[in-house]
């Protein structure tokens, strides 16, 4: 099964948990009454905002779900066998004649997600020809406005065998993509390389429009859940 996700390159869209904020006016005034008050005659002031609007409900700490929920199929991701750990193997395509440094950004992006503690997969790059899991590749340009794809193959049970990521050396119009950009869909491919799924939330390098250089504590919990799910089934057995 070939399935393909791109990452667009336009301005995110937000959609994030409003914040909630408590009636100020009417604080405000309160403060004021108990200033006057507090002029004539030194008694205690006591202050209240009523906030009669919907319960605020902090967003859950990942988005993929408890590990017993995740089961095989469901997400694809790396198969741990025979060890609890894999490193994955990365190769770079040949970079664009007039961009020799066009992969730093997608190196850095590697670093970043070999630095999540207690990981179990970690992405190395490979040395000469050897066999790679994940290959990067570049595009001149996307015809849409997308900044980079990630292609994946898994087998019968739905674990990932290889996974391509393409990024595009330009945008739309012709504009060179920046080393900044880069990071930042290196980063976002990289999820779904090991196997993460969209986030709703902006301030998530797995949301479609991610612009945050560093990983979230939802993004780190979600990629730790979606591998724990595996030793744990594996532990099992
Ligand atoms: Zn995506």
């Known amino acids: 099964m070939n399935r393909r996700d791109a990452a667009a390159s336009g301005t995110a869209a937000c959609r994030g948990v409003a914040a909630h904020r408590p009636r100020v006016p009417a604080l405000r005034a309160c403060a004021a009454v108990g200033l006057a008050v507090g002029l004539i005659a030194p008694v205690p002031l006591r202050g209240q905002a009523r906030y009669s609007g919907p319960a605020v409900v902090p967003p859950p700490s990942a988005y993929v779900g408890d590990p017993s929920d995740v089961v095989p199929g469901h997400l694809s991701r790396w198969e741990l066998e025979p060890s609890a750990s894999r490193t994955l193997t990365v190769r770079f395509e040949s970079p664009p004649e007039d961009r020799p440094d066009f992969w730093q950004p997608a190196s850095r992006a590697l670093d970043v997600w070999n630095t999540v503690g207690g990981l179990p997969v970690t992405f190395r790059p490979a040395a000469g020809v050897e066999p790679a899991e994940v290959e990067f590749r570049w595009t001149h340009h996307f015809d849409e406005s997308h900044a980079g794809t990630t292609d994946w193959t898994t087998d019968g049970e739905g674990w990932l065998r290889s996974v391509t990521v393409t990024l595009a050396a330009r945008h739309v119009d012709g504009t060179p993509m920046s080393d900044e950009f880069l990071l930042l869909v290196a980063l976002h491919e990289l999820g779904h390389a090991l196997g993460l799924p969209h986030s709703d939330d902006p301030s998530d390098v797995m949301h479609p429009g ?17 591998y724990e799910a595996i030793a744990t089934r594996e532990d099992n057995q």
């Open 210 to 226: 991610n612009r945050n250089r560093r990983l979230s504590e939802r993004d780190v919990q979600s990629v730790l859940r979606l």
